[in-house]
C-alpha cells in the first residue's frame, strides 16, 4: 500500500514524524501531508542533515500547487477533455486537479520515486486515476498542457521553460520563487494568494503565486 511505504520513508527520516490527510482549504481536495501537530518541536543536526539530503517535497502541499489546483477548478476549460502532463508533481496536487477538472489522461511526472508513490496514494485518495512517469524526456510529444507548479525555485530551472513546450503544445506555470521573468512565450495570467500546508510560516511573498501560459509557436 503506498501510504505505509511513504510512512516508512518519512519515518526513517524524522522519526515520530507521521502523515495525515489534510483536506485543503478552498477546494474539495485532500491529500496525505505530514502532520505538523506531531511535528512541534526542532529538528536535531542528524535530522536536520537528513532531511536536506533527502527534502520530503512530496509530504507538502507547496503554495503554487494548491493556486494552481484552485485555478484549475474555478476554469475547467483548461483541461477539459485534454492529454495532461504535471511536471514535478510531488504529491499531486495539479495532476489530482487536472483530473477532477474533466481532462481525458492525466500524467504524474516526478525524478523522485517516493513522489510518485504520494501521487498515487493521493489520487486514490481523491478518486482519480493517473498515469505515472519518471523522465520528461521520455515521454512523447503528444501533451495538449504541461502544468507546472513550484519548480522555478532554483534560477537554474529557468531553461526548463523551453523543454515544457517540447512535449506539450500549451504550458500553464505557478510560481512564487521568481518574480517578473521574462521569456517570449510566457505571458503572466496574474497572481493568486495560496499557502504551503503544513503551513511554514513562509514570508508574505511566497504566498503570492504568479501564473505564466505559453503556447509553442506553429511551424
Same mark, same amino acid.
Given at each position: 500500500?503506498?501510504?505505509?511505504?511513504?510512512?516508512?520513508?518519512?519515518?526513517?527520516?524524522?522519526?515520530?514524524?507521521?502523515?495525515?490527510?489534510?483536506?485543503?482549504?478552498?477546494?474539495?481536495?485532500?491529500?496525505?501531508?505530514?502532520?505538523?501537530?506531531?511535528?512541534?518541536?526542532?529538528?536535531?543536526?542528524?535530522?536536520?542533515?537528513?532531511?536536506?539530503?533527502?527534502?520530503?517535497?512530496?509530504?507538502?502541499?507547496?503554495?503554487?500547487?494548491?493556486?494552481?489546483?484552485?485555478?484549475?477548478?474555478?476554469?475547467?476549460?483548461?483541461?477539459?477533455?485534454?492529454?495532461?502532463?504535471?511536471?514535478?508533481?510531488?504529491?499531486?496536487?495539479?495532476?489530482?486537479?487536472?483530473? $477532477?477538472?474533466?481532462?481525458?489522461?492525466?500524467?504524474?511526472?516526478?525524478?523522485?520515486?517516493?513522489?510518485?508513490?504520494?501521487?498515487?496514494?493521493?489520487?486514490?485518495?481523491?478518486?482519480?486515476?493517473?498515469?505515472?512517469?519518471?523522465?520528461?524526456?521520455?515521454?512523447?510529444?503528444?501533451?495538449?498542457?504541461?502544468?507546472?507548479?513550484?519548480?522555478?525555485?532554483?534560477?537554474?530551472?529557468?531553461?526548463?521553460?523551453?523543454?515544457?513546450?517540447?512535449?506539450?503544445?500549451?504550458?500553464?506555470?505557478?510560481?512564487? $520563487?521568481?518574480?517578473?521573468?521574462?521569456?517570449?512565450?510566457? $505571458?503572466?495570467?496574474?497572481?493568486?494568494?495560496?499557502?504551503?500546508?503544513?503551513?511554514?510560516?513562509?514570508?508574505?511573498?511566497?504566498?503570492?503565486?504568479?501564473?505564466?501560459?505559453?503556447?509553442?509557436?506553429?511551424?
Amino acid at each position: 500500500m503506498p501510504v505505509l511505504d511513504l510512512q516508512a520513508a518519512l519515518s526513517a527520516l524524522i522519526g515520530e514524524a507521521r502523515l495525515s490527510v489534510s483536506h485543503l482549504p478552498g477546494t474539495d481536495l485532500q491529500l496525505w501531508l505530514l502532520d505538523a501537530q506531531n511535528m512541534d518541536r526542532a529538528f536535531n543536526q542528524d535530522e536536520t542533515r537528513r532531511i536536506l539530503d533527502e527534502p520530503p517535497y512530496w509530504s507538502f502541499c507547496w503554495a503554487s500547487g494548491l493556486a494552481l489546483a484552485r485555478h484549475l477548478a474555478a476554469q475547467p476549460d483548461w483541461v477539459r477533455g485534454k492529454r495532461v502532463l504535471d511536471f514535478g508533481a510531488g504529491s499531486g496536487i495539479a495532476a489530482i486537479a487536472a483530473a $477532477r477538472a474533466g481532462a481525458c489522461e492525466v500524467v504524474a511526472c516526478d525524478l523522485d520515486p517516493l513522489a510518485l508513490e504520494a501521487c498515487r496514494a493521493n489520487a486514490q485518495l481523491n478518486g482519480v486515476t493517473l498515469g505515472y512517469s519518471s523522465d520528461f524526456f521520455a515521454e512523447a510529444d503528444r501533451f495538449d498542457l504541461i502544468l507546472v507548479a513550484d519548480v522555478l525555485y532554483d534560477r537554474a530551472n529557468l531553461p526548463l521553460l523551453d523543454q515544457f513546450l517540447s512535449r506539450g503544445r500549451e504550458a500553464l506555470v505557478a510560481d512564487s $520563487r521568481v518574480r517578473h521573468f521574462t521569456h517570449p512565450l510566457y $505571458r503572466p495570467l496574474g497572481t493568486h494568494e495560496a499557502l504551503t500546508l503544513p503551513d511554514l510560516a513562509e514570508p508574505h511573498e511566497f504566498r503570492r503565486v504568479s501564473l505564466y501560459h505559453a503556447r509553442r509557436e506553429p511551424l
